[in-house]
């Protein structure tokens, strides 16, 4: 048996060898690269966390310490309020020392600082008496002085002037000054009593406590 004949072999032009493109590289991944650790605070340095809850504590703390001293300032208040201080004002009624130690036609100033001039005069029934004239004056309530050379109250404020009766005749004074209360013990000490007053355009000076008589 005869062997077969080989096919012949065709050769391939070079051009369409060199027309084929050569197959792609292979791509290459890159792996990502790992995350970097976070960063440990240093030593001493205050963290996000730290800082909330400081600032957090710190308003409230405020809060806290402003509430109660509203409210302890506010009990206070009320305390005060509950218990008022009686001895903030002084005293209405005063001693004016012995009755026999007032001179005639005299003014006593040292009552002044109270409020008072006590005096020892006649008045228009020609009675030797005793008063305590009010010292402020009836025109925008300053404080008139006695002038002894001239027998008469005079107001620095605006010229009022006032005999030593208290009645006014001069200046813008529209009424006599005013008269307060006044009393003598068993003992003979007189006694002014600041809270009752007298006026005489309303007839109150023939009041039998307005004077002493002597």
């Keep these: 048996m005869s062997e077969p004949t080989p096919a012949p072999v065709v050769p391939v032009p070079a051009a369409i060898v060199t027309a084929v493109p050569p197959p792609p590289p ?57 218990f008022p201080n009686v001895l903030s004002e002084p005293p209405t009624s005063f001693r004016a020392g012995d009755i026999l130690t007032y001179e005639p036609n005299k003014v006593d100033d040292k009552y002044k600082e109270v409020g008072a001039w006590v005096i020892r005069a006649r008045d228009d029934r020609n009675r030797d008496i005793i008063y305590a004239l009010s010292t402020i004056c009836t025109h925008l ?21 006032f005999r030593i009766s208290g009645v006014n005749f001069e200046g813008p004074a529209p009424r006599p000054l005013e008269r307060f209360a006044i009393r003598k013990t068993d003992e003979g000490i007189i006694v002014i009593d600041k809270s009752r007053k007298f006026q005489k355009e309303l007839g109150q000076w023939d009041d039998s406590d307005s004077y002493l008589i002597v």
Aim: charged share 15%.
């Design 26 to 82: 292979p791509k290459v991944t890159i792996p990502p690269k790992p995350a970097a650790p976070a960063k440990a605070p240093a030593k001493g340095e205050p963290t996000r966390r730290g800082f909330l809850i400081a600032l957090i504590g710190g308003w409230f703390t405020a809060a806290w310490i402003a509430f109660s001293a509203t409210m302890a300032g506010f009990t206070l208040y009320m305390l005060r309020f509950l």
């Design 141 to 161: 309530g300053c404080t008139p002085n006695w002038l002894e050379s001239e027998k008469k109250f005079k107001c620095p404020c605006h010229g009022s002037g």
